[in-house]
């Protein structure tokens, strides 16, 4: 079961900006059905492309520093990391403080078919 669980005082006059911000989040979340073309991963970054993540796993191994994408792939490509994020908007503020990066999960939005296929007795996997 999932649950909110809230982070502040709710008799806090102050927070009625962000209690109301608040309200219209959950309302958007309970409406959301995450159950269909909706993928996140703890151990694969689904938000960056199949090329860094090999390259990020490799440096790791070699006790190298991963580089900043936005070092191989300038400003336009770094952006583009997050196009299919479906909830980037609501992680940008953490994620631009490192101590509060890894509370965020990017949730993307997308299609996913795999298929066995049989020709002339020959397998092969189809995926799209």
């Known amino acids: 079961k999932t649950a909110l669980v809230a982070l502040y005082d709710s008799g806090d006059s102050a927070l009625q900006d962000t209690r109301k911000e608040e309200i219209r989040f959950r309302e958007l979340l309970n409406v959301l059905n995450l159950t269909k073309d909706f993928y996140f991963s703890h151990s694969y970054d689904l938000s960056k492309c199949l ?72 397998a092969f996997e189809i995926v799209r």
């Open 51 to 122: 090329q860094y993540n090999y390259m990020a796993a490799s440096c790791r191994a070699q006790g190298i520093p991963v580089p900043d994408p936005k070092e191989y792939m300038g400003e336009w490509g770094a952006a583009q990391e997050f196009r299919y994020v479906w909830n980037y908007h609501l992680m940008a503020r953490f994620l631009e403080a490192p101590a509060w990066a890894h509370w965020c999960l990017p949730i993307v939005h997308g299609f996913f078919a795999h298929a066995r296929c049989s020709c002339f007795g020959r």
